[in-house]
Structures are given as structure tokens and as C-alpha cells.
């Protein structure tokens, strides 16, 4: 059974940084194509950024620049380092694997950024 579970959200001033992580159980991280994604209230799912197998990492154009992924293989957990937060980065974050499992969506983590 795979779980995911997300950590390292909170509140912060615009401007200000954070770094999710996911830890991984069930399923081999560095074995799968995996992305950040986050849902606002009001608003559909949307993919973020992601990390495949090999390395090579994608961000989506909402966060370009901004909001990078890497991968721990040792303790199995991507991360998402997210700098120049904006008050429209409030939302819950979610790892998942790319495309997304349904059965693999976590509790998420909230995020909110204050203007």
C-alpha cells in the first residue's frame, strides 16, 4: 500500500520561502516520475513541479523560476524548495506521482502566504 505524506507548510510572508517534503512509503521515489501539486480553494488541481526518474526536473509556468524539485533516494522523499512566495501560492500541496495515482493522494499540506 502506498502512502505519501506531505510536511513542511505553513504560513509566511510574501516574499518569504519554504520546503515541502514528502516521504514515501510503499513505493520506490526514485523509481517514479513524481510532481508537487496544489489545489486553492475554488480552483482545480494543478500540477506545480515534478521530478522524474532521472533526475530531470519541470516546473509549471505559475511557479517558473520559483518552486524547484529534488529527491533524498536514501530516505525515499522528494522535496520542494518554493522561494518568492506570493499570496496566489495559498494552497494545499500534494506530491503524487506524474500523471497522478488516485489512489496515492495524501493529506496534503497548507500553505499560506500573507501579503
Known amino acids: 500500500q502506498v502512502q505519501l505524506v506531505e510536511s513542511g507548510g505553513g504560513l509566511v510572508q510574501a516574499g518569504g520561502s519554504l520546503r515541502l517534503s514528502c516521504a514515501a512509503s510503499?513505493?520506490?521515489?526514485?523509481?517514479?516520475?513524481m510532481g508537487w501539486y496544489r489545489q486553492a480553494p475554488g480552483k482545480q488541481r494543478e500540477l506545480v513541479a515534478g521530478?522524474?526518474?532521472?533526475?530531470?526536473?519541470m516546473s509549471g509556468d505559475s511557479v517558473k523560476g520559483r518552486c524547484t524539485c529534488s529527491r533524498d533516494n536514501a530516505k525515499n522523499t522528494v522535496y520542494l524548495q518554493m522561494n518568492s512566495l506570493q499570496p496566489e501560492d495559498t494552497a494545499v500541496y500534494y506530491c503524487?506521482?506524474?500523471?497522478?495515482?488516485?489512489?496515492?493522494w495524501g493529506q496534503g499540506t497548507q500553505v499560506t502566504v500573507a501579503s
Open positions: 503524487n506521482s506524474m500523471p497522478p495515482n488516485e489512489d496515492y
Open positions: 521530478i522524474t526518474s532521472y533526475g530531470g526536473t
Open positions: 510503499g513505493i520506490i521515489l526514485g523509481l517514479n516520475d
